[in-house]
């Protein structure tokens, strides 16, 4: 077998096996999943935002979320601020590509709704300026990031920090966690009798 292949399979069950040993993580997991259900139960929604293969993860879990995760139940107010592309290339055109998700999230947010911000360096200007706006608004904020939190912890109110400096374990491991908090909602929300 490819050397390199078992390579990266070892090199993203490390990460995990550190992401599984760190309680502190662990309860900020939990206390996200709280934290949106506590916003969704009093008619909040849930905004998700990232670049690239962030926004790939920030539209699949709002859509675990509006959708269904394990099973049939009511959609849950969740969605990905970069879904409307005309609206993300005028913004993008007229005023720049960093206030498209804090311009939309001023159009579409209210006090007590959550951001998840999505970025493996914790650095995207345009996250950092969505929560600038959220702060100023009123919203929790969520930021997943790499192991050093980048500026964004800054402004997290809950910091799911990936202990890694590698964009692919990044990521591999921010799908894991927003599996788990969509999981933690959804039966919190939904039990199954």
């Known amino acids: 077998m490819n050397a390199r292949i078992q390579e990266s399979i070892q090199e993203s069950i490390g990460v995990k096996q550190h992401i599984l040993s760190d ?8 206390a996200a ?11 909040g929604k849930v905004h998700f935002c990232g670049n690239g293969g962030s926004a790939a993860d920030a539209q699949h879990l709002a ?7 394990y099973y049939d139940r009511p959609p849950l107010n969740a969605e990905a601020l970069h879904c409307n592309t005309s609206y993300l290339t005028a913004v993008g055109n007229d005023y720049g590509y960093d206030l ?18 999505i970025s493996t360096s914790g650095n995207s200007k ?12 009123g919203l929790h904020i969520i930021a997943m990031t790499g192991e050093s939190g980048g500026l964004m912890k800054d402004y997290a109110d809950i910091l799911l920090n990936v202990p890694s400096s590698d964009t692919p374990r990044i990521q591999e491991s921010h799908i894991m966690l927003g599996h ?4 933690l909602v959804e039966s919190t929300m939904f039990p199954r009798g």
């Open 23 to 30: 309680e502190a993580l662990m309860a900020c997991v939990q």
């Open 33 to 43: 999943a709280e934290m949106m259900v506590e916003s969704l139960r009093a008619g």
């Open 63 to 69: 859509a675990e979320l509006s959708g269904r995760f």
């Open 100 to 117: 498209v998700f804090s311009r939309l999230l001023r159009g579409t947010a209210k006090k007590g709704d959550v951001i998840v911000g």
């Open 126 to 137: 345009n996250i950092l300026e969505a929560f600038k706006a959220a702060k100023e608004m």
């Open 180 to 183: 788990i908090f969509c999981e």
